[in-house]
């Protein structure tokens, strides 16, 4: 059964609870729990951390605390009963816990050690408060180590200040708010001065003035090694000061024995001193700690002859010093004992014994030994602070040690009024004796008595040092052999004051001696009374003592016989008739010296004090006495104060009349003395003797007469000396005066009370008088109102003795009315003035309710004056704060009340003026103390004194005036933060008071200035105030810690959510003058609703609708609200307001009153774009202020630009976002997106002349001005980009405007920069990027991303697993969906990220371009991949049954076509999809697209070689060829045919009869292509490399014949590489220029056909190596889309022989640019694009290496994801296959590459799409040096093809367009009449092509070098006919008579190699005007040598041209030229010098 606890209620957990029970609350360790209930050892209750959740927890895990329940039931609450800083140090620890490791990970490490430390020391600090076993004192220590740590702490986290009173937390509710203030500061320097050094002494509070600290030295003797003296000794330790040359305390005495132990047992370890009472100037002299050494012993120490064991002499031995300076430093940082090595030396001379330390210390090394090592006193010092009783506390173990007590000679800085003191120090300085008949100087020894009147030996009054009892005889040491002896030895005399008088001291002088008896022989004495006769004891000086002989015999017994003779020179003189027959004969060669000071409170040196206390003695000199008092030393008198005082008034009773003045002038002189620091503690004495002892009855008389004599003569005299004085002295000649008159009273029974009364009345008319006099002329008048002002108020409590409080204050009013007003007196009287008041305020009197009644008044009068002047700020804030705190504390409400109205009507006005104007000169402090004073004001205030403050404004316009004034206030306290950060109660405090006198204030605003008299200004004012209000940082409740926020919240509430309600009401209030604050408030409103506060969003949000509605009713729509909300909620939100509920409380609330309005459509539309806009604003707001990369923020940046321009069509925050985008770009280095992206600002200016405002970075100008800058600007960032096609247009537009300005330098330099941009486009390398597609699925995206798909530009070099690593780490949460198909809804609106990537190609817009031929490639490049809309990606999949045998017949593609929103490039690096569209690809497209794109790029690679653009280096060609015609052979293009040449298919698909056609011809085709490409080979082919070539012979000769069956015509058009001749016609027909139906042909296919190889969805059949040399990787990759089962079946498909599958592939497969996997390709691989291929490494070398280190870092096929986006590669059982190993081997092994050094990267590989060209113009062009061989292979004629609509005929005319019809960014061209060469040269050569003498021969329009000066091909001289049409043109277009030259070398396998090199170096090589070629043989004989050359008719060539030619081939040119050819020796000279250079750069 659950019962409910009655004292269990509050506890802390003991041991962590897991909860593991039903209901458990889960529960750690230190914990603090709420206890509700109780059950069988389980307890019901919360946790204090989470209050909300009740559970059960075991009642054994819990330690029960005491605590006080109130409210009992089931509200109540619990409070822990314990010392409330024990709970301050719980909850802090608790709050820094989090905080401490937060300091780990920030990398904080120093502060994060510190905490620690502090927390573990406050963690010890509360366990010993919670012990219960400190003392009270120690308690108070305690908590101030616990506070100066948690301020510290609090500090250095950050966190906020708790302002203390004693160690406790001040309650803010229980105290004024200028009290609250002053604490704050209080615990801000408390803080600062922990911060700097964290336990010094916190100043001490309620002091009147400072005392100066004393310093101790703890000095404690650690041991005293030696090892030679083996005696007795004594250490004397002292602190002398070098620079005065005497000691300045006394000595502490250590003795030990010869072993360096105590002599004493029981001082083992306790061996310590304390020099006390040091002063600050003391610590500045030159001190040093002196030790003296004197050994007790034999008078030798070596010999033990000298003198007798049994007598023992003191000795001196050595000495030490330390000087204090050297080591101060450390022992004020060190705080604790620290030790020290002292060496001690000994005396070379013992007469110098008494200057040692001095020596020492000067260092004269001559005097003194240095001690061995053995020696040396090893003592430890501390240094403490503080006066004795602190010390005593502080250190209580030190003092229990037996600490000695060492004084300092003569009285310290301060003395108390306890401290007693009688002691006499006396110095024993030196002697001169007499030789007395011996042959040595004398061992003399002095031994001293103190003697009492009656000849007794004063038992114990000699010490010899601090630390060692006190003795009744002194024993000086002995110097040896010494009759002037120095000793120098100090010796403390503590005679008791009732035996001073009448005692004496007597010196006896003995000659010791070192014979064998050692006697010790008396030969004289000395003496010295301690008193003289006149009662004064003997004076601090050296005295000069006779000596008087004697012996041993002598007898001292009566003392009287000695005493009567003089001892001294005075003496002597002041008794000069003495017998000489006496006993003692003084010996006049003889003296003795030794010297006095005296330290004792009650004996006295000064004669007039002696005088003044016996008066009675010398009654006619009292004047003269009384007189002389000023002159006695202050420390005299006050040990005799209370003597003097009974004296003086003993005096004035005397004889009042003519002592009076007198004895008031002494008492006065008395009274300021203990105004003296130095004396300032004996004020108590004073206070004592007043009360207690004091018995003048009838003195207050005479010092009333003579106050007010004093006060009536300062209008008279010039010199006010002692009128100031008197007026000092006023406290205590009042306390005299009341403590008299008391007396006389009681003595009398109240008699004269009138008379009293009136005298005390005609005094304060005097000081009134006294104050009203004008003192501006008089500096000593004004000293004296000055003095007078000062004491003043000191005299209230003694007057409140004798006079009721009203009375008093009726007496002080008066004093203060009489004062002239700020305006006649002088700036320091005013300060003077001010400081009395204050003192007043803070005095007893103004406490009572009585007194301020009357006083308040006159003090407002003053303080109103100075404030209306801005004069003595502080000193008047002071005074108000002390009112205030006064009035807080006051009890009587009714009182409380009225002054409370005082000070409103007298204060509240002036303190708002004076707020306002200190606040606009930033005075902090000063601004600080008003504003506690004016919210202390305002806090008092009720509800009465409002209604009178307002009742009593005369009219509307002073309560106007008031309203501004004070809000005004307001709003700056909060702009200006007056109040620090961390002042959280301070600043809450605050933030209530102004609610409170907000909703005071609200109604008089409303009710004043609403209807008719409608103030806009007012409003406006108090509008701002409560938006600046609810927006304050401390208001924020979220941002701070939970219990925090709770305490805030119990005290306080939300007062934002007050205050928005304030707002609401009185925005309803304004009825039809809300029109006036729309748009100007709904910014600061939106502000308002944008706190994280639901309750005050609900309260404002509805504003909006209605200023919406009101705008409406005046004009009709509200595009006011609608444009100021979206300007306002930008900025906003991007400076971190708002969040998603926001946005959709936003929505839902407006749009929920707008469905009510007749306006609800266009309503609705804008409530909907403003909720859209916040999403986006939200997603841009997260991405910037998060760690995102710059591809998100540049994504956010475009939707949010996008937004403004399209659905709300904001055109200047638009362009404010260009310009942010345009900076993330440029921050990016994405230069082409940033030219774009301003672009946009570019085209919404004109060229016009208006005038424009300064906007972002613009400064004002005209729009033409702006507009020139930007176009300028973007052009600039087109050519960072490299992207100089889209900077040409804007060149011509500005050349536009300077040419109709005839601004032609502008002109000339815009030209010329064009002109360079079309240099930079023909010369420099650009790189093509890939692009990628990723889908952004799940709805944890941001807005603008989610369930959205894009297409991305990537980066130089970047590849699609690069490209997926990016976007992954770019979002971190996000999964890779590992298929290409699209997801569903379920991914669709998951709580997940999903990323879809993959790569796509692009579909280029200009295909024109494109198709041109003469287009250099670096010129098409750029449009393959620029102003792109359109991308592709394939997926190949099976429809129907799968074929088993022949798979290609099933194998559909489905082909997805992206359509993107703007084309890449542009604003961004990525664009989302627009629109999608699938088509499938029948399986007879596919073969027929993959056959012509392998045709394509096998045209392209070829004509490269031929025209010189790749190395000689054949390797690229060899892999590609290998490629192609291995998988022929082994069932490439078989399958083909079997799949769609069957006639099965045929009947099936009778539709696809053009498209079979079509495939025919383009295997025929194919197979023309293949014979030119081995006939280059042949040319270029390594001999190393001679057996890969007959292989592809043998190979090719196969496939050949495999395509026998389907084309009948074949093997008699194109016997190639057979060795029979064939019919001329053939040759003719096979060779001659391409006709224009072949030239057709080419562009038979459509225009998505012709993008390049590089770019086409599928891939090809044959396993070639796409684009690299070097990038040889034995990998069968293909990017499929099937299961990777699969993978094998498409790879046996594509390579049916097994021997041979995946030949050769490249390295790049896995981001290859044709995003489009296909299994059904002619080769294993796609082509890379040129981006790729200029990938490779410059060098051949490096090429190389960069392949094989490409192929080690590719993963096999198992470690790869086998899907769309990552291709799978297939190997031979893991291992590559044979052949592949084999021609690896070759090509990366053997090759020897050949480096041409004109050629760039770029031109050394393959460009990615060929222009189309005719196969018989490549064999015209085959490369020269192959020329010269003997025999030929014949290519195929090309069947004729009709040419597409739309495709260009190839016509020299079809290029002849003006030059304006070109696209607008294609470099313009010259153009010359020559044919066009249908083979594009070389992008970069500086030489383009040819001019043939046939007209079809078409050159380039490149400026690549080209083949010109190489070719085989003969030219004429002359510029051949032109014909108009390609069809007139005649298919052979050579001269039958003149020679041909074989194109390319029959390879003769029936002959050896020898013969085929034979007839290399036999044919001759010559240049023809015409190509020719040998007549084929007939396949079927046998292979002969070819015939004979016919000889041509050659056109006449000058040599000189010839060379002219070579060297332009060698010289980069821009231009074209027509040229002949040079001789074929030039050719294969340069052939083969191009061949050695390679070897040898190898």
Known sequence: ?????????????????RGSVPQGLVLEIGETVQILEKCEGWYRGVSTKKPNIKGIFPANYIHLKKAIVSNRGQYETVVPLEDSIVTEVTATLQEWASLWKQLYVKHKVDLFYKLRHVMNELIDLRRQLLSGHLTQDQVREVKRHITVRLDWGNEHLGLDLVPRKDFEVVDSDQISVSDLYKMHLSSRQSVQQSTSQVDTMRPRHGETCRMPVPHHFFLSLKSFTYNTIGEDTDVFFSLYDMREGKQISERFLVRLNKNGGPRNPEKIERMCALFTDLSSKDMKRDLYIIAHVIRIGRMLLNDSKKGPAHLHYRRPYGCAVLSILDVLQSLTELKEEKDFVLKVYTCNNESEWSQIHENIIRKSSAKYSAPSASHGLIISLQLLRGDMEQIRRENPMTFNRGLAITRKLGFPDVIMPGDIRNDLYLTLEKGDFERGGKSVQKNIEVTMYVLYADGEILKDCISLGSGEPNRSSYHSFVLYHSNSPRWGEIIKLPIPIDR?????????????????????????????????????????????????????????????????????????????????????????????????QLSSTKLTQNVDLLALLKWKAFPDRIMDILGRLRHVNGEEIVKFLQDILDTLFVILDDNTEKYGLLVFQSLVFIINLLRDIKYFHFRPVMDTYIQKHFAGALAYKELIRCLKWYMDCSAELIRQDHIQEAMRALEYLFKFIVQSRILYSRATCGMEEEQFRSSIQELFQSIRFVLSLDSRNSETLLFTQAALLNSFPTIFDELLQMFTVQEVAEFVRGTLGSMPSTVHIGQSMDVVKLQSIARTVDSRLFSFSESRRILLPVVLHHIHLHLRQQKELLICSGILGSIFSIIKTSSLEADVIEEVEMMVESLLDVLLQTLLTIMSKSHAQEAGEYVSCLLSLLRQMC??????????????????????????????????????????????????????????????????????????????????????????????LEIITSSKRKKILDKYGDMRVMMAYELFSMWQNLGEHKIHFIPGMIGPFLGVTLVPQPEVRNIMIPIFHDMMDWEQRKNGNFKQVEAELIDKLDSMVSEGKGDESYRELFGLLLLEKVEQETWRETGISFVTSVTRLMERLLDYRDCMKGEETENKKIGCTVNLMNFYKSEINKEEMYIRYIHKLCDMHLQAENYTEAAFTLLLYCELLQWEERPLREFLHYPSQTEWQRKEGLCRKIIHYFNKGKSWEFGIPLCRELACQYESLYDYQSLSWIRKMEASYYDNIMEQ??????????????????????????????????????????????????????????????????????????????????????????VPDRVKSFYRVNNVRKFRYDRPFHKGPKDKENEFKSLWIERT???????????????????????????????????????????????????????????????????????????????????????????????????????KELMQEQVHILGVGLAVHEKFVHPEMRPLHKKLIDQFQMMRASLYHEFPGLDKLSPACSGTSTPRGNVLASHSPMSPESMKMTHRHSPMNLMGTGRHSSSSLSSHASSEAGNVVMLGDSNMGEAPEDLYHHMQLAYPNPRYQGSVTNVSVLSSSQASPSSSSLSSTHSAPSQMITSAPSSARDKYRHAREMMLLLPTHRDRPSSAMYPAAILENGQLPNFQRALFQQVVGACKPCSDPNLSVAEKAVPAAPSSWSLDSGAREAQPFLSAHTGCILAPPVPPRSLLHGHYSLHFDAFHHPLGDTPPALPARTLRKSPLHPIPASPTSPQSGLDGSNSTLSGSASSGVSSLSESNFGHSSEAPPRTDTMDSMPSQAWNADEDLEPPYLPVHYSLSESAVLDSIKAQPCRSHSAPGCVIPQDPMDPPALPPKPYHPRLPALEHDEGVLLREEAERPRGLHRKASLPPGSVKEEQARMAWEHGRGEQ
């Open 1 to 17: 059964m659950w019962t409910p606890t009655e004292e269990e209620k509050y506890g802390v957990v003991i041991c962590s609870f």
């Open 500 to 596: 001073f008088r009448g005692s004496h001291l007597r010196f006896e002088f003995r000659h010791c001696s070192t014979k064998d008896k050692g006697e010790k022989k008396l030969f004289g004495f000395a003496f010295s009374p301690l008193m003289r006769d006149d009662g004064t004891t003997l004076s601090d000086d050296i005295h000069e003592l006779y000596v008087y002989k004697c012996d041993e015999n002598s007898t001292f017994n009566n003392h009287a016989l000695y005493l009567g003779l003089p001892c001294c020179k005075e003496d002597y003189s002041g008794c000069p008739n003495i017998p000489s027959s006496l006993i003692f004969q003084r010996s006049t060669k003889e003296s003795f010296f030794i010297s006095t």
């Open 943 to 1036: 509800d009465t004194h409002y209604q009178h403050l307002l009742d009593n404004f005369q009219s509307k316009d002073e309560l106007k005036e008031f309203l501004l004034k004070i809000f005004c206030v307001f709003r700056n306290l909060m702009k200006m933060s007056v109040f620090p950060r961390d002042w959280m109660v301070m600043r809450l405090l605050t933030s209530n008071i102004i609610v409170t006198t907000v909703q005071y204030l609200s109604s008089a605003l409303h009710k004043n200035f609403t209807e008719t008299d409608f103030d806009f200004k007012v409003w406006n004012s108090y509008f701002s105030l409560a938006v600046l209000f609810i927006n304050q940082p401390s208001l924020q």
């Open 1457 to 1559: 076509t992206l359509t993107l929103t703007h084309s890449l490039p542009g604003i961004s690096r990525w664009f989302e999809v627009e629109r999608r569209e699938l088509v499938e690809v029948s399986p007879l497209e596919n073969a027929i697209q993959v056959v012509e794109n392998k045709n394509q790029e096998l045209r392209a690679l070829i004509s490269q070689y031929q025209h010189k653009q790749v190395h000689s280096n054949i390797n690229l060609l060899s892999m590609c060829l290998n490629g192609v015609i291995d998988a022929a052979v082994n069932g490439g293009i078989a399958r083909y045919q079997e799949a769609f040449f069957d006639k099965d298919y045929i009947t099936k698909h009778p539709g696809d009869a053009e498209k079979i056609t079509q495939l």
């Open 1325 to 1414: 390398q650009r790189l093509e990027p890939e692009f990628f597609r990723v889908g952004f699925y799940g709805r944890k995206f941001p807005f603008f991303l989610r369930n959205k798909e894009y297409v991305c530009r990537g980066h130089d070099y970047e590849r699609l697993e690069a490209f997926q690593q990016r976007m992954l780490s770019e979002f971190p949460q996000a999964v890779a969906m590992q298929h290409p198909n699209h997801p569903d809804d379920a991914i669709l609106q998951c709580d997940a990220q999903y990323l879809q990537i993959y790569a796509v190609t692009p579909i280029p817009d200009y295909v024109d371009v494109l198709q041109m031929d003469r």
